[in-house]
């Protein structure tokens, strides 16, 4: 038994495979052809060097490839004309090598001043901490109590089952609380993150907060820190391919008011031990 699709048959199943992509792709808010909004602080001169690095290409690619179309038509073999020789003009090769090196060496100063603020300067003392360990497939999120302080982690007490490494008998971190895979940020305020991974490269990446960074194992990395100004619902999506359940390694990130992210803290809290749980609050029963 053969068979053959027909043109329509072929067409609607393209479609409904675009269909369900795009269904997929909902999370993304805003710009699906060009860059996704930036809400952090730093994506403003990320974005920028971007916008510069792409107007020089462009308009150096257009210029050469102008010039060039010009000349293979202006000067194409024609009968009876003999080419010319040419041994080259130093005085243009220095001037067409010196803007590049100018042009570069602007271009890498300018970068690594910015790298420098974003990665090498400690992050502001009144940084929100919150640690985020990889693993195949998901998110391990740590957040601090009410004391600020995340619990101290080494990446070699890191294990199945202390994903954070943490020492349990530290007090910062007997408030801590955690999730899997929800992350919420206040807005405004900065976040210092802290990197980390059980079992292999993962990366941490939010298109929208131009915060790309990997996560290795065996190390916790402290200094990647951002601050958002917007406030949204984002993807961190795992930019690394970790092994067959990479394409499902999202986590929910939610940049709220300050306000709702303390409500959300306190809703997520440890539960005070048996004596302090019973609630004096009446239950209130559902229907009827
Ligand atoms: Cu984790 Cu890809």
Redesign the pocket.
């Known amino acids: 038994m053969r068979f053959r699709f027909s043109r329509v048959q072929l067409l609607a199943v393209t479609l409904l495979g675009l269909a369900i992509s795009g269904a997929q792709a909902e999370i993304r808010q805003t710009s699906v052809w060009w860059l996704p909004r930036n809400v952090t602080m730093f994506g403003h001169e990320i974005d920028f060097i971007f916008y510069v690095i792409l107007v020089l290409t462009g308009v150096t690619a257009v210029a050469v490839f102008s010039v060039m179309i010009y000349f293979i038509v202006k000067y194409r073999a024609k009968p009876g004309v003999s080419a010319v020789h040419s041994h080259g003009n130093n005085t243009l090769e220095v001037i067409w090598t010196g803007i590049p090196v100018f042009i570069f060496l602007a271009l890498a100063i300018y970068g690594n001043e910015q790298w420098t603020q974003m990665r090498l300067k400690t992050p502001p003392a009144d940084a929100l901490p919150v640690a985020v360990i ?1 693993e ?2 998901g998110w391990n999120v740590r957040y601090p109590g009410a004391d600020g302080k995340l619990a101290k982690m080494t990446a070699a007490s890191v294990t199945k089952e202390n994903p954070f490494g943490v020492d349990s008998a530290d007090p910062a971190g007997l408030d801590d609380f955690t999730t899997y895979g929800e992350l919420v940020f206040p807005v405004d305020r900065p976040i210092r993150l802290y990197l980390g991974s059980k079992d ?1 490269i ?2 941490f990446y939010v298109p929208e907060f131009r915060l790309y960074q990997d996560m290795v194992p065996g190390r916790i990395y402290d200094f990647v820190w951002l601050k958002a100004e917007q406030t949204g619902q984002f993807q961190l999506a ?6 067959q359940g ?1 394409y499902k ?1 999202f986590g929910k990130l939610s940049v709220v008011p300050e306000s709702e992210y303390e409500a959300w803290a306190k809703g997520k809290a440890p539960q005070p031990t048996a004596a302090k749980a019973t609630s004096t609050v009446p239950v209130v029963m559902a229907g009827r």
């Open positions: 990889g195949q497939f292999v993962h990366a795992c930019n690394q391919l970790c092994g990479h390694m």
